[in-house]
């Protein structure tokens, strides 16, 4: 979720743009950093707080946690898994040749 939020950052300022959005809109995707360090800092900051917090989970409720973040990652695999890379090559070559034609 994390890592879609960052990546989102970078697709704010072209979607705000395509859908001629307000300056400050999608706002989920607009967020200060800290000073310092930046944003790799602050990714570290954010990971190491849900590090501390799953700390304190009775054991159980922490197996439990870690079993569906995996769940979650298996499907994020799923839906976002790209096919062989040979067709993705076929498909590009395709989109190269048919737009010099047109």
Do not use: W
């Amino acid at each position: 979720y994390f890592a879609d939020l960052f990546g989102g950052q970078m697709l704010a300022g072209p979607t705000r743009a395509a859908l001629r959005l307000a300056r400050d809109t999608p706002r989920h995707y607009t967020f200060d950093l800290p000073a310092q360090g930046g944003r790799r800092a602050y990714i570290e900051e954010v990971y190491e707080s849900l590090n501390e917090a799953g700390k304190l989970l009775p054991p159980k409720a922490f197996e439990a946690t870690v079993a569906e973040a995996m769940k979650a990652f298996e499907y994020n695999v799923g839906v976002y898994g790209e096919e062989p890379l040979y067709l993705d090559a076929v498909r590009g070559t395709v989109n190269i040749c048919t737009g010099y034609v047109a």
